[in-house]
């Protein structure tokens, strides 16, 4: 089955600089890759994803990249914000044809934006 | 439109006490999920459902059963709790099965059991 790394468990920027969280994955058939963002005592939520047709994905402040060759992923936050401060979930799937219960999480990321 | 909706917020049990994690969500979603979550391991899948009757088995399953009787609730049950399903249970949900269908989450139930 897939198996999702994330790295590093733990980050902290200052706010305005940008933080980069990288993920790698093992199935090479793995072509959808969404991204969960869990604020302190709230619920995941989706934040941004990529489908390996592309190489990058940005929307706003945000952006992912993919590298399919390498297997791994990456969330880039730039002009970081107090509010970006939460735990940040990688996820891999073979997308479309499989279902959620093929979702496979990596182990998360807590980011502390230091003001 | 509440979304999903986990009861309880917190618990705690002690070794062998039974408990039932109730999940509502009314959006309509076939798909209903069960997660818990610890410290190291992110989101690990314990059952789910495609639809109203039917369950089936996750990632880590042992200790729990579910029941998915109306379309809109999915309920997570503890048979004899031990100190290892201490953790964070989230539920969630989708409309459809794809994986291109995102996952609408409850707030979390912390469940302590000693």
């Known amino acids: 089955g897939e198996n999702v790394e994330q790295h590093p468990s733990t980050l902290s920027v200052q706010e305005g600089d940008s933080a980069v969280i990288k993920c790698t994955y093992s199935?090479?058939?793995?072509?959808?890759f969404p991204w969960y963002k869990q604020e302190l005592g709230k619920r995941p939520q989706l934040i941004i994803d990529?489908?390996?047709?592309?190489g990058e994905k940005k929307d706003q402040r945000i952006a992912v990249t993919l590298n399919k060759t390498a297997k791994h992923f990456s969330l880039h936050i730039t002009e970081t914000q107090p509010e970006d401060s939460a735990v940040y979930f990688c996820?891999?799937?073979?997308?479309?044809?499989?279902?959620?219960?093929?979702?496979?999480f990596g182990t998360g990321t807590r980011l502390t934006i230091i003001p | 439109n509440a979304g999903v909706t986990q009861t309880p917020k917190f618990r705690v049990l002690k070794t062998g006490q039974s408990m039932t994690l109730l999940c509502a969500q009314d959006?309509?979603?076939?798909?209903m999920y069960w997660y818990r979550q610890d410290p190291g391991m992110g989101l690990r899948l314990i059952h789910y459902?495609?639809?109203?009757?039917?369950?089936a088995k996750g990632e880590v399953p042992d200790g729990y059963n579910v029941s998915r009787l109306k379309k809109q609730n999915f309920l997570l049950g503890l048979e004899s709790a031990a100190p290892s399903q201490t953790s964070v249970y989230f539920c969630?949900?989708?409309?459809?099965?794809?994986?291109?269908?995102?996952?609408?989450f409850g707030s979390g139930t912390q469940l302590s059991v000693l």
């Open positions: 459902s495609v639809g109203e009757g039917t369950t």
């Open positions: 199935d090479s058939a793995s072509n959808y």
């Open positions: 959006m309509n979603h076939e798909y």
């Open positions: 969630a949900s989708s409309y459809g099965r794809s994986t291109n269908e995102k996952l609408f």
């Open positions: 996820a891999a799937s073979r997308g479309r044809n499989f279902g959620n219960e093929k979702l496979t």
């Open positions: 990529i489908r390996s047709n592309v």
